[in-house]
Every structure is written in C-alpha cells, then in structure tokens.
C-alpha cells in the first residue's frame, strides 16, 4: 500500500495540523484556569478588618474561599457551589475532539490520496469531511461564545455574590478587590477558539475544490467558455 508522505504539508494537511495545535492550546488553557479574586476590607479609620480569597478551577462545580473574619482570629475556609462547568466541558471535549478528527483526517489524506482505485471512496470522504467542517465551525462558534460569557458570569459570581455580598457586605465599609492576572489564561483560550472558527471556515474552501460536483461545474464552465470562443 502507498503512503502519500507529504499529505501533511500541502495546504489542507497543514492546516489540519495548526487547527490541532490552536485546540490544543485552547482546551489547555481552560482545563488549567484557576479563576481567583481577592479582597481585602477596611474601616473608615485604615484598618484592615479581613482577607479573603475565592477561587474556582476545572470543571468549576465549586468556588473554594477562605477568609478571615477579623485580622485576630486564624483563617477559615469554606465552599460554595457555583455550577458552570456546562460551557467548560464543552469547550474541552470539543478541543479534544479536534484533535481526534485531525489525526483521522491526516491518515486518510496520506493513505488514500496515494491510491488512485480509491476514488471513489475519496469522492465520499470529501463530502463527509465538508459536512464535518460545517459542524465544527458551528460547534466552535457556539463553544466559544458560552466560554466568553460563562468566564464574565463567574467573575462577577465570585466577586459580588461570593466576596462582597455573602462575606463583606456588612462588616466592612470599604472593600479593595485584587484581581490576579489569571483572568487572561481564560481570555486566551476563546481567542484561540475564535480563531478555530477561522481556520475551520477557510478550510471549507479548500474541501469544496475537491468535491466532485465542484470539479464537473469548473470542467463544464471551461467547456462552455472554449465552445463560445470558437
């Protein structure tokens, strides 16, 4: 059996290759964000009161806080459910899931683009794979734009509902939030998804050449076009 080698580097292989290294960075980046807030709360006269820090990782089921009810006594934690892994979970598995069909679709351009009594089956598969390009811009689209609103939702959730509203709200009268940088990791990752959609709409065009309905309208266009100047 064949094995057409530089599949990976022509123009549909290698961009197979950078889809699966954008979901790649993109699934890694929200499976390893640590959303974090602190806070740290003050009388009229200075004095800070207490100290406290909520944090929610991957799947984001909970936000675990701890706090110090006043600058004397030891520091206590607590857990709270804040449910949004819905979005998360999506978003990774879809990531993943790109990878999966990456790999697929590497092989079968190596494999069965060398063997020309497979046409037929080439002719299918390219169709198959243009309803799949179809779908995953759809389902990036749709994974990045609930990562982008679930990551403002729980920033607001852990910084009004955990920190001020269910700690603070009435032992303090001024309240200072520290927002670490982590914020960005998560940011990063629906840039990257966004750009999936991208790479996956511009590599429709490349699949669409291919189909067979495509190549017999260019064949017949060029035809009728030789067939008029004569």
Known sequence: MEIHWRAPLQLKGFLKIVEMIIALLALSLVAGFTATNRAECN???GTKVCQITAKASYPYTIVNVTYQPSCEANATSDVL???YKQAA???VAWGSLTLFYGIIAILVYMFATANSKWEWVINYLILVDLVFHVVWVLCWFIASVEWAVVQNEMKSYIKTKVIHDKYLANSCNDTTYNEPGSYAQAAIADVFGFTSIVLWGVNI??????????LQWKAKRSSSGEYNQI
């Open 43 to 45: 009388w009229w006269n």
């Open 81 to 83: 459910s804040g449910d």
């Open 89 to 91: 979970e999506f978003f």
């Open 205 to 214: 065009f490349w699949v669409v050449i291919d189909t067979s309905f495509y």
